[in-house]
């Protein structure tokens, strides 16, 4: 195992490779439980095709919270010569300007 992080990492593959690394290792150690002798191969199949959606089905809900949540970008009020650069912070918000 170390000498696939070896080469994944001398590659140049960073972070998905270490991804991809990780989940070879997990399966792995995952078809190695006693449950799988007891199983038919269909069924060892079907598990590991459940597992593989149920991974991949977290890893979307994982990305769609952090889309949702993520601040949206800021933006920055400029004004020119003389003038007044107002930013509101939401909706229906008021804005007072006192001279």
């Not at 690394?21 to 095709?49: C, P, R």
């Not at 889309?67 to 939401?90: D, E, K, Q």
Request: charged residues 10%.
């Amino acid at each position: 195992m170390l000498s696939l992080l070896k080469i994944v990492l001398s590659a140049g593959l960073g972070l998905a490779g270490l991804g991809a690394l990780t989940l070879y290792g997990v399966m792995e150690s995952w078809l190695k439980l006693d449950v799988f002798s007891k199983m038919t191969s269909e069924q060892t199949y079907n598990a590991f095709i459940a597992c593989l959606i149920a991974m991949f089905g977290s890893l979307l809900v994982l990305v769609i919270v952090h889309l949702r949540s993520s601040p949206n970008p800021s933006v920055s009020a400029v004004s020119h010569s003389s003038g007044h650069a107002i930013n509101t912070t939401g909706k229906n918000s008021s804005v007072n300007i006192n001279k």
